[in-house]
């Protein structure tokens, strides 16, 4: 080397930088370009990645993209879920036109999953169904859950009564606590949130604090069904989750606000009664006015005439209710870059009730910001605040009720004015109040602030591990005011009862997961997380009694006054793992598992673990010869969940205030009547799952079926009687064991499916079979309050008095030719549904969309109390049948046929003591949805201000097909969602057939 010329050495060098350098100069080529769609519009937000690396970008918002490579021999890999990923080599262009194609063969739906992961359909081992915004709106529900109603397997949803704002009840899957909670666990944006019935202090039921959520912000709803799918949730999720995810703003797109309007008409749907009768008893007219009665077994109206003038007759619900009105407004803006978006969104809602003054309003804020704070750090801030007020009227049976006198009172009284002109309560009866007199002097007002934050924190600090900490809460505040005046007509002195609840729960969950592809074949998966959740409950309330001043609602205007502080925590602890294995897109492997810590157990049995595996074949990998298959899968499931299905401070005997005290400004307190249990221990549910899913021809059909064994074991149940020699009343024991084995199927069909017009059905079907299996101590029934459960029957019978029959099953009648009620208490019916379903049909053609929905459900008994009560006042539609009869029965007293004529009212009044005439057949077919909607073309809109808009009008409830049941709307649990009333329908507001108009528009 040393006789090589310098020149020579300069030369070399250059040489050497021109093959390894100037190359890779030459290799680093810009390469721009635009994706489409099938139809040709542009794709935004497409994954693009530079394959065998790490390096990528996504489109913006009209499309286009613009990435640095290596050189013409790299390949760009574009994907989006629902689509075919193509590969397409650089080469020597630097411009490039994409086109992405729909993956016919995959399910292109993505599920966001236990703990808010969002994961594809085709690789869940469990049972889900998802509801997404469009059903959402469709439905025009105020509420969340009643917009769900028929339309998920699995899962019944029922309401309360008709009132604005009232509770829903969400069970999924059956029964599964004999006195416990059944709901399901209500999930936001992957932080659990509460759903208690609230805002009452006075008879009837509340309000679902889910009510507290506007639908507009919504995304989709999807329901895990089976443990296996929630188990990560931890022990309320024992009876299902409902996964509520709220809106995004949009990447790369430029700010958009949209504004919706809608204005609804609610009718409500009345019972039908007798209107032939009037006023009176044994076919003698009463006026109501110096003659009062109950009783309308008086003469024919027709043809009745006082002093010559024919007597009133107008139908006094008709008279009483009104027509509701409901506004809803709706502000949302939303946009963002490719770092960050943004949905901003104000709604309010003002409905007025069918009962005169009773009303509900809610103004609901809510603000989503997501942001990459760096290339592997991300953020997601969202706050919701909710303002509600709900001004109700007292339900039920009870004196305080306006309901009872307003479906018994007579056509021929005219109830108005509510005084006489000595200001006292112009009635037609004695021992209840003028309905009209108590809208403005018997009722309830709740005032509810709800926060609802969350922080999402998701760190990467590598490609194929996931770090996220989410923090949220729940926090409301609430004021109640029940108020009732004296009445002159009950002898009653007033009460007011001022109540405040304030309720804060937090919610933090540590979140680590590991995704790596090992070679062509494996994909595998590993979360680990850990979970803190505590909840703190506070209530002050002060009633009065005996009010002396008129018109003033304060309670400092009662003569005695009785406050009381309940306060209760409760806090859990978990750790939680789960691990999924993909083979070849073929198999699917899945463990989850979870050790929970409670506060509510003893030290020794607060802590207790428990899991599930599940598996997928997607056997249509294997059938690709076979295009009618796009795509199959058959899945199977065992879990094991523990639960602390039991309130606070179970373990111990609380003290209580004891009766009539204060006394002389001395306080007395009482152990309460309800023995403290430190020896409970967790309840378990152990489910086996199998189920099938299809699409064939194209997507065309799609077939998901489910079979599932759930058996629930050692329930916590509190009040459980105990014997007075204890010196308590109730315990709390792990009391029982439940079984629920069911089917559900969905189905998706699209019959015809053309350039301008589709048209789709989906169809849903449930069946469970619900036994208890064991209740405490070798006992075979445990009240549960207005039924009962019975080992080896389903839960909720109703057990009450029946007819007193024969060997034979013939009633048995006595002497003055009436049946005989049964000197013993009878099995008279159970609340349990043979089967549930529902169907869909939307049509599409251009821009006008048709929809309508039906819902049915076969058997379910219903307590018509209203009926029960109705024979003794003569007000049910049968009682307009006043012929004398022979009651066909066997005479008790010599065992021969019965022969003796009674009276129509005789009868009737018999059977109100007949607990078991009063059960009816809950069998129902609905028309609940009719929505007709027209999407304007971006043609007609040019030289318009919108971007888009669109005009829908549905009606809900327009059809009630109800052979059996003689009230209004068979669908009502008239005392809220608790499980003391299940199936009772007592002298509750009606619920209403409803029109809805929709105009929403987004600017440009």
Known sequence: MKNIPKKCMVGLQFLFLGLFVIPQVYAQVVVKGTVRTETGEAFPAVSIFIKGTSKGTKTDAEGKFNIETPGPEAVLVFTFVGYQKKEVQVGNTSVLEVTLEPDIRALDEVVVTALGIKREKKQLTYSTQEVKAEEISRAK???????LTGKISGVQITSSTGQPGSSSRIVIRGTSSLLGDNEALIVLDGVPINNSQTGNAGPGNGVSRLSDIDPSIIESINVLKGSAASALYGSSAARGVVMITTKNGSAYKKPSINFTSQFSLESPILPSVQSKYAQGTGGVYYNGEDQKTSLLWGPEIKGLTVNGVPVRNKNPMKEFFQTGKTYTNSLSAQGGSDKSNYLLSYSYLDQTGTVPTTNYKRHSAFLKFQNQLFDNLTSTFQFNYVNSTNHRIAEGYGLESPLWTVFTAPFTWDPKPALDANGNQRVFRYSRNNPYWVLDNIYNDSRNNRFLPVLTLTYKPLTWLTISERVGADVYTEQIKYFEAPSDVLATKGVITDRNNNFRQFNNDLIIEARKNFGPDWDVSLL?????????????????????????????????????????????????????????????????GRYDGTSVLAKGNNYYAY??????????????????????????SYSKVGNDNVGPYSLTTPYTTATNFPFNGQNGFLMQNTLGNANLVNENTNEFEVGLEMKLLQNRIGFEASYFDRRHKDLLTQNIPIAPSTGYSYTTLNAGDMTNKGVEVLLNLTPVKADNFSWDVTVNYTKINNKVTRIYGGQDQLNLGQTYAFVGDPYGTFYNYGYKRNEQGRILIDDSGLPLLSSDYQKVGNIQPDWLGGITNTFRYKGIT?????????????????????????????????????VSGIRESDGQENTTEVTGQAYYQRLNTIYEEAVQDGTYIKLRNVSLSYNFSKLLLQKTPFATASLTATGRNLWIYSPHFTGADPEVNSFGTGNDAIGTYAYSVPTSRSFNFTLSVTFK
């Open 850 to 886: 048709l929809s309508f929905f039906f819902d049915m459900k076969k058997g379910g008994d219903i307590m018509n109390s209203d009926q029960r009560y109705g024979y003794f006042y003569g007000t049910p539609k049968i009682t307009e049948n006043r012929e004398n009869r022979v």
């Open 528 to 592: 680990l997380g850990n979970n803190l959740f505590s909840t703190y409950s506070q209530t002050y309330q002060i009633q009065g009694t005996g009010l002396t001043v008129d018109n003033f609602n304060n309670v400092s205007n009662a003569e005695r006054q009785v406050s009381y502080e309940n306060y209760s925590r409760k806090r859990k602890v978990g750790f939680y793992g789960q691990t999924n294995v993909e083979y070849k897109g073929l198999l699917n492997f899945s463990l989850t």
């Open 611 to 636: 899991g599930s595996a599940s598996m997928g074949f997607i056997f249509s990998e294997l059938l690709s010869s076979v295009p009618a298959i796009n795509f199959g899968k058959l899945r199977l």
């Open 141 to 147: 529900e105020t509420g969340v859950l009643n917009s």
